[in-house]
Structures are given as structure tokens and as C-alpha cells.
């Protein structure tokens, strides 16, 4: 079994904001692009280019409605628009994208009978060591969160590595130091940094917008933070004519997440 560090020095993550992410996939697909190459490459692709591709993905994105009154756990997907609610209104179209949230209590690390995942005390990063790892999955069974990736070639056990191959690359510019998913998302809706830091980006972009866990209850305490989607105005004719908001008929949305991740 594998020690977690005591503390580690740096909290580093990622901050989502779901207000504002389209659901564009950008993010998974400069992902792949960047871990197809990278030190931690290459990931496994089997029959790229054929009628049923499969291969090996850190980020996903995954899209759903949710009826602002009535929660409605109907997956949409690639639709024009989303199905109206029970009470006519149109839905809330939420993309959520998922990856290994770089948790201070991983499992996934305790349970790896070979010292191959493990967490840096320097930084909060969690990571594989190829060399040591012999693909028993016992991490994958541990994780929660479904970021854990087995790469049927290769024999390895591999996930999000916070591209660690980026953000410490002196030869690249510093802006250009980042996770490959950061750089690529067109909208913002991803930061960097350490949650540590009180002037970090992702705690200033955090202030006043509740930040959420996934599944805290679990006490895996990610370090990764989603920030909910604010309260949408009502589209019916009524509430146009006086265009109020009301926040109280938003659903928990991060809690209606979790059961479907649960599932
Ligand atoms: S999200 Fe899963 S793989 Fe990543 S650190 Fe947490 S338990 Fe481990
Ligand atoms: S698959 Fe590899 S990293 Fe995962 S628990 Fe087994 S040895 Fe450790
Ligand atoms: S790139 Fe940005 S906007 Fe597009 S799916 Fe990813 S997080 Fe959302």
C-alpha cells in the first residue's frame, strides 16, 4: 500500500465554471492531442481511423437538461436545442466535464500495491509511474470519479496528469505554461492554479461563487472545484412580463450530478 504526503506545499487544480462552459469538447479533444505526444504518451488508440474508434481519454465531457423547476435526469445529446420542461419552459442545458480532480485523500493512491500512483508533496499532483504499475486496477476500483484510464496496450493504468509536462516546461512561454485543457477552452471556463494561494486565479475567480466538491461526502476531498451555474430567468410570458429571477427553483444541481456519476 502507498503513503499519501502529510501535506503537500501547493494545492494545484483546476476551477470549472459550469455557467459558462458550452460543452464544445475542445478541452478533452486538445487533451488527447497534447497526451498523444507528450512525456506521459502515448495513449493508446485502436483503430483510429475506423468505423468504431476506441482509445484512451482523460477528459471527458458530459452533457445534460435539467428542467429549472422539476430536475429531469434526461441526457442531451447533440440535439438543437433542449426539450422543454413538465411546466413548458425550456430546460437547462449543463455540460460537465470530468477528470481526475487531484484528490488530498486518493484512494486511488492508497490502494496501489506497488508505490505506482502516487502524490507529490510538492505540488498535490497525483501520477502513475508506469514502470512500477502491473495494471491490477485496483485504482480504478477505488476512484469515484471514473478518471482512472486502462490502456489495454500498454498494460498501464493512466489518467490526468494536471500536464505536468506543461507547467513546469521552461523552454515553452510562461503563459503557454498550462494544462493543454486551459489553453484550449474558448469560453474560459477553465483556470489553473493553486487553491493554496489565496491570490491564485482560481481563488480569486472562486470568491462569492460557492465552489463545489464532487461527492464531498466521500471524504476523498478533491482539489478540483466546480462552480455552479447561476440562477437562469424565467422564460415563460408571465415571468417576462415582470422578469424577476428566482433562484429557488433552481435545483442542486452539483447533488443531482453526483447521483448521476453515482449510477
Ligand atoms: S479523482 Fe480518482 S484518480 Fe484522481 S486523485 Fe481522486 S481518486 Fe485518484
Ligand atoms: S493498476 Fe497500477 S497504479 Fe493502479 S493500483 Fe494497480 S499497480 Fe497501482
Ligand atoms: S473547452 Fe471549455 S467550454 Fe468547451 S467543453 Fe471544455 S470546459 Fe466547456
Redesign the pocket.
Known sequence: MTDLPVRTEKKLGLL?DLDI????????VACKEWNDGGQFGPLTDEDPYGAEPMGVWFNR?HSYTVDPAVPQESGHCGASSPPAGPAGRLGLSL?F?RSCLHCEQAACVTVCPTGASYKRAEDGIVLVDYDRCIGCKLCSWACPYGAREYDQAQGVMKKCTLCVDRIYNESLPEADRQPA?VL????G??AFGDFADPSSVVSTRSAGRDPQALMPELGYEPTNRYLPPRPRRDQTPEAKADDTLNPAELPTVLRWLDRMLSR
Open positions: 470549472i462552459c458550452v460543452g464544445c469538447h475542445a478541452c478533452a465531457v455540460h466535464p485543457c484550449a477552452c474558448p469560453t471556463a477553465r
